[in-house]
């Protein structure tokens, strides 16, 4: 499969993932979602503590954090495989 089928697979289950609300996943899920999304768009996190972090964030990053060493195209398929288990 190329990348444009992974992208626009990835793209399609964005588009699932944004329609599905915060109350209808657990957080666990969430967070890992959240987690393969960033490291699918942006790649491996750059660690900036900032004055506002908080505890929501500290969760976040620490989500994302654990998936920093997979590559983007490894978030992308995981975060298609979480959407589809959830349908």
Do not use: C
């Amino acid at each position: 499969m190329n990348n444009k089928d992974l992208d626009t697979r990835f793209l399609e289950a964005v588009e699932i993932a944004s329609n599905m609300t915060q109350a209808s996943l657990p957080q666990d899920v969430q967070l890992r979602l959240y987690a393969f999304y960033k490291q699918a768009t942006y790649g491996t996190l750059s660690y900036n503590h900032s004055e506002s972090y908080d505890l929501r964030n500290a969760f976040k990053t620490n989500a994302w954090i654990q998936v920093s060493h997979i590559s983007i195209e490894e978030a992308k398929e995981q975060y298609i495989e979480i959407i589809n288990s959830l349908l």
